[in-house]
């Protein structure tokens, strides 16, 4: 509706798993190298988890793509399936035929026994297959488990099936329960696919707009595009709601821009009220911290500066005075309170501060029953060297 205003050839954000429109962050770079990766490593698992809307499904649309020809590919989207089921399934996929039985009555060899000889008959061609498995965290534990069975199908060099499993972060949870070991132990590689950043997000928006054949400028504002990924959280599939939602607005009000007032009002409309509201109210406590951070700074700022501006003044008054520096002793030494005085001058001297912190300790640890001057003239050899003693 809105592509012609904007000059675009078709719209910019569908949802649909298109991988012409697949963003290579670096993360989807990587995803898609694991996926290749797994392709070539002979068998085993290959998982690929995300959060719902990250592009798992787009990247293995993508990794589709570049599957050479002599690979046979089964493709289940559907995984609430029994072991038979998921037996009957991965043999309609291979195109497989199996022998015809009374509803009820098939059994797992029913369709083992004919998909192990058509993997042995095509590996002896040069054939590879790949069974993609996607929404993979709603397997049952006994689905997981027929699985593993299945990699067991192998010869002398090497297994005849790779399986890659798709699903939300669930899925790693399965695969790491306890039951579940032997099958973590065949997984080959892994990646977990995190949302966009902020400035993969507007390089996701921008990257959508070239695809679908806009030139110009971006009908976006900067400020907006942050906006953006504060309530999609750099989820690509909330990116592409929003984003398509907001131009549709703005076709509405025949404005060629779209402004942050027009992103919160479709938000509204596609996230609902409460999610944009928790975002704003998320974005005013991190301004407010944001400010009382500044003003702490600036506070601690200006007391350092006033106590360095007046450190000169306090040591000109504190030059030629005494400084007391106390002795502890045991209260029955009638020279307990007696004190050792030091001129301010000295004071400074860590020569003479550590004399004094030695002497007033070993005063402190003598035995009660030591005999400790009266006077603090005996102290006098310690503190000789640094200054004179009163």
């Not at 996701?204 to 504002?221: K, N, S």
């Amino acid at each position: 509706m809105y592509a012609d205003y904007f000059g675009l050839k078709q719209p910019p954000f569908s949802i649909a798993p298109d991988p012409h429109y697949l963003f290579m962050s670096e993360r989807h770079r990587e995803a898609l190298a694991h996926l290749l990766y797994g392709l070539g490593s002979g068998g085993g698992f290959v998982l690929l988890t995300g959060e719902i809307g990250a592009g798992k499904t787009t990247v293995c649309r993508c990794f589709l793509e570049q599957i050479p020809k002599r690979c046979n590919v089964a493709y289940i989207f559907n995984p609430k399936l029994t072991v038979v089921e998921l037996m009957r399934s991965v043999c309609d996929e291979f195109l497989v035929p199996y022998p015809e039985r009374e509803p009820g009555t098939a059994t797992v060899t029913d369709y083992l026994d004919p998909l192990n000889a058509f993997l042995l008959r095509t590996h002896g061609v040069g054939q590879n297959n790949v069974l993609i498995i996607d929404e993979a965290q709603n397997l049952s534990a006994d689905v997981l488990e027929q699985l593993r069975l299945m990699t067991n199908l192998e010869t002398h060099e090497r297994k005849l099936l790779q399986i890659i499993l798709i699903g939300q972060p669930e899925l790693r949870d399965m695969v790491a329960h306890p039951g579940l070991q032997q099958l973590a132990q065949r997984v080959i590689a892994r990646f977990h696919l995190e949302a966009l950043t902020e400035p993969e997000t507007a390089q996701y928006i921008r990257h959508r707009l070239a695809v679908a054949g806009m030139t110009g400028p971006i009908p976006f504002l900067g400020d907006t595009l942050q906006r953006i990924h504060r309530l999609c959280r750099g989820v690509p599939r909330r990116i592409n709601l929003l984003c398509d939602r907001a131009l549709l607005g703005a076709y509405a009000s025949g404005k060629v821009v779209v402004d942050r007032a027009i992103v919160d009002k479709a938000a509204r409309e596609v996230f609902g009220d409460s999610e944009v509201s928790a975002s704003m109210a998320g974005a005013s406590r991190r301004k407010a911290l944001r400010v009382a951070l500044a003003g702490g700074l600036a506070i601690g700022l200006a007391v350092g500066a006033a106590a360095f501006a007046g450190a000169p003044w306090l040591m000109e008054r504190l030059r030629g005075r005494a400084v007391t520096v106390p002795v502890p002793v045991p209260a029955s030494t009638p020279a307990a309170s007696s004190p050792v005085a030091v001129p301010a001058s000295s004071a400074s001297s860590p020569g003479l501060a550590a004399s004094a912190a030695s002497a007033a300790s070993d005063v402190a640890s003598a035995p009660q029953s030591a005999s400790i001057p009266a006077s603090a003239s005996a102290l006098t050899p310690a503190l000789a060297p640094a200054g004179r003693v009163h």
